[in-house]
T-cell receptor, first 116, second 109 residues
């Protein structure tokens, strides 16, 4: 257990519904990342936060996806109008970035989304 | 071209064997490098960072070759518990992490 938690662990939804996932990072970590992973592939970067600021978004993150980290602690990832192609494992990772240190990420257990 | 490429395997080896994986990356400006291990339907877990001078952690040795843009992972005396997928990770621009698709290792009794 790395200390990063995600909720829910599994979500089954019907196409067109909205879903929201939560990530609680390791408490002192200032960076939080969201990734998506499909079967047989490595995690793909979606977005990341430095404290509460969302600094980068991948082009994979269509306008149906939105992420927040309102107080620089937990984060939420919302998918609106889900599509079957959104079915994947959504992984959250956190890290502590300090001057001179390497950004080493620790992953949560993931939320497995199935869109029917 | 993918940022990070790995041989998907699987590598099927007997217990006690030595096995090596390579991973190539496309961007010469990449700054840091890692190996992660991922068990089936679990999250990736950090195995080790990879330093320019090479580094060792018990049975695991990682090497970086910047000139040829590849990193390697050597596992000695393989255990059944080493069976997993090994993900190569490359970081550039201090905030973009690129994962390979992973190399699957099966250690057989």
């Amino acid at each position: 257990d790395t200390g990063v938690s995600q909720d829910p662990r599994h979500k089954i939804t019907k196409r067109g519904q909205n879903v929201t996932f939560r990530c609680d990072p390791i408490s002192e970590h200032n960076r939080l990342y969201w990734y998506r992973q499909t079967l047989g592939q490595g995690p793909e970067f979606l977005t990341y936060f430095q404290n509460e600021a969302q600094l980068e978004k991948s082009r994979l993150l269509s306008d149906r996806f939105s992420a927040e980290r309102p107080k620089g602690s937990f984060s939420t990832l919302e998918i609106q109008r889900t599509e079957q192609g959104d079915s994947a494992m959504y992984l959250c990772a956190s890290s502590l970035v300090e001057v001179g240190s390497t950004d080493t990420q620790y992953f949560g257990p993931g939320t497995r989304l199935t869109v029917l | 071209r993918k940022e990070v490429e790995q041989d998907p395997g699987p590598f099927n080896v007997p217990e006690g064997a030595t096995v090596a994986f390579n991973c190539t990356y496309s961007n010469s400006a990449s700054q840091s490098f890692f190996w992660y291990r991922q068990d089936c339907r679990k999250e990736p877990k950090l195995l080790m960072s990879v330093y320019s001078s090479g580094n060792e952690d018990g049975r695991f040795t990682a090497q970086l070759n910047r000139a040829s843009q590849y990193i390697s992972l050597l596992i000695r005396d393989s255990k059944l518990s080493d069976s997993a997928t090994y993900l190569c990770v490359v970081n550039k621009d201090f905030n973009k992490f690129y994962f390979g698709s992973g190399t699957k290792l099966n250690v057989k009794p």
